[in-house]
């Protein structure tokens, strides 16, 4: 059974940063691409970032583009995601999320693992 835990969220004002940790067990995701996605509150879920099974391969949503950056470490089966020069509106629950395919889903119907969610609050 896998099991993917987040940890580092918090409150935190804006202009700051924090980064976000996504630990796996159950089974190694080395071959997973690894995914964060937020949920605001009243929002649907959405994508954040992805990065592919090797760490090379990284893609962004326009609206965290520059500020937040994904890694990852395979050794430790864990992802990472830096925030850097956070706002307010990116006040959300956000979830690492494994994905079987080998490029970069930005789909939410393309991850089988979820983890639980992790707070971060932004304050102005």
């Known amino acids: 059974q896998v099991q993917l835990v987040e940890s580092g969220g918090g409150l935190v004002q804006a202009g700051g940063s924090l980064r976000v940790s996504c630990a796996a067990s159950?089974?190694?995701?080395?071959?997973?691409?690894m995914g964060w996605f937020r949920q605001a509150p009243g929002k649907e879920r959405e994508f954040v970032t992805t990065?592919?099974?090797?760490?090379?391969?990284?893609y962004y949503a326009d609206s965290v583009k520059g500020r937040f950056t994904i890694s990852r470490d395979n050794a430790k089966n864990t992802v990472y995601l830096q925030m850097n020069n956070l706002k307010p509106e990116d006040t959300a629950v956000y979830y690492c999320?494994?994905?079987?395919?080998?490029?970069?889903?930005?789909?939410?119907?393309?991850?089988?693992?979820w983890g639980q969610g992790a707070h971060v609050t932004v304050t102005s």
């Open positions: 990065i592919n099974w090797s760490g090379r391969s990284t």
């Open positions: 999320a494994a994905s079987p395919s080998g490029w970069l889903p930005s789909e939410e119907n393309a991850y089988v693992y």
């Open positions: 159950g089974r190694t995701l080395s071959s997973y691409a």
